[in-house]
């Protein structure tokens, strides 16, 4: 998360980002998040299609503590957790919509499980 963090800051200048988390139960989704929080405006948590993944409310509850409820959503299936994120990522900007993101990330499941459904 260090590495795609320090692309974000030097690579892209977002006006207003928010990030898909989708993690396995037996990861470290805490320091995950933390390393997070300085670039996503608001976090939306999910579970992603591993038996493993961690559920859903376990996450949310992380993701509060770092980055107070007021910045986190949670959506308990992946297509919708990205519409919330696409929803949320064009709220309230004004102007050209060329300075919002959403990011997929905590998970190489997570990614996978979003190419497949933007594939589509």
């Known amino acids: 998360m260090a590495a795609t963090v320090t692309a974000l800051q030097e690579e892209f200048a977002f006006s207003k980002l928010v990030a898909v988390v989708g993690v396995l139960a037996d990861k470290d989704a805490s320091s995950l998040l933390e390393l997070l929080e300085p670039v996503a405006d608001v976090v939306v948590v999910t579970r992603n299609s591993s038996p493993r993944a961690m559920p859903t409310a376990e996450l949310a509850a992380l993701a509060a503590e770092i980055f107070g409820e007021e910045r986190v959503e949670s959506a308990d299936e992946m297509p919708d957790a990205i519409e919330l994120a696409v929803a ?31 594939k589509r």
């Open 88 to 118: 949320l990522a064009e709220e309230d900007v004004p102007g050209e919509l060329s300075g919002v993101g959403v990011l997929v990330t905590g998970s190489v499941v997570t990614v996978a499980d979003a190419r497949r459904l933007l």
